[in-house]
T-cell receptor
Framework: DADVTQTPRNRITKTGKRIMLECSQT?????MYWYRQDPGLGLQLIYY???????NKGEISDGYSVSRQAQAKFSLSLESAIPNQTALYFC????????????FGEGSRLTVL | QKEVEQDPGPLSVPEGAIVSLNCTYSNSAFQYFMWYRQYSRKGPELLMY????GNKEDGRFTAQVDKSSKYISLFIRDSQPSDSATYLCAIHGGSYIPTFGRGTSLIVHP
């Protein structure tokens, strides 16, 4: 089983719908992240959490919200999806304060029609 | 201007070639330099990590950092078709939250 698991892996939805992407990890890491990847744009940070009580906005948080339900679970929500939120979303974890190495899930591909 | 600039390519080379991948950055506070490799339909995985200027070698891969020029490189010797992937540079300072380049798509053809 993967150390960082994302569900769903693929989702097609319509404009205006609420969508939740879930992430769970078995690595025991405190830090969790949500990134968005668009072709040619690299990885953009949406939200990050350094522990259960800590939530921080990243560079592109507008239109998104998150919930850190437990150390191992970090969910990303789109309250009212729009087409330009069509992208590949990655959850990541880290515990190496010195290097900042991130461990990524396999991604959730979201299409908003 | 993005804090980390990286040419998206694609870069196409024949098997056995030496590949050079590069990033430039603007924030002189950056101290930690990483290269991630991402295969199609997969999440990125850390390939190389360096701290401060200089070279670091791991098998066919060499990471190079020139802090005076704010320039980092990844060299791949004897490139193989299995090296075909997107390579992302990632850089951070003391926050441990990396800023990623756009990624360079590499294609190594037999």
């Amino acid at each position: 089983d993967a150390d960082v698991t994302q569900t769903p892996r693929n989702r097609i939805t319509k404009t205006g719908k609420r969508i939740m992407l879930e992430c769970s990890q078995t690595k025991g890491h405190d830090r969790m992240y949500w990134y968005r990847q668009d072709p040619g744009l690299g990885l953009q940070l949406i939200y990050y959490s350094f522990d259960v009580k800590d939530i921080n906005k990243g560079e592109i948080s507008d239109g998104y919200s998150v919930s850190r339900q437990a150390q191992a679970k970090f969910s990303l929500s789109l309250e009212s999806a729009i087409p330009n939120q069509t992208a590949l979303y990655f959850c990541a974890t880290s515990d190496h304060k010195y290097t900042g190495e991130l461990f990524f899930g396999e991604g959730s591909r979201l299409t908003v029609l | 201007q993005k804090e980390v600039e990286q040419d998206p390519g694609p870069l196409s080379v024949p098997e056995g070639a030496i590949v050079s991948l590069n990033c430039t950055y603007s924030n002189s506070a950056f101290q930690y330099f990483m290269w991630y490799r991402q295969y199609s339909r997969k999440g990125p995985e850390l390939l190389m990590y360096t701290y401060s200027s200089g070279n670091k070698e791991d098998g066919r891969f060499t990471a190079q950092v020139d802090k005076s020029s704010k320039y980092i490189s990844l060299f791949i010797r004897d490139s193989q078709p299995s090296d075909s992937a997107t390579y992302l540079c990632a850089i951070h300072g003391g926050s441990y939250i990396p800023t990623f380049g756009r990624g360079t798509s590499l294609i190594v053809h037999p």
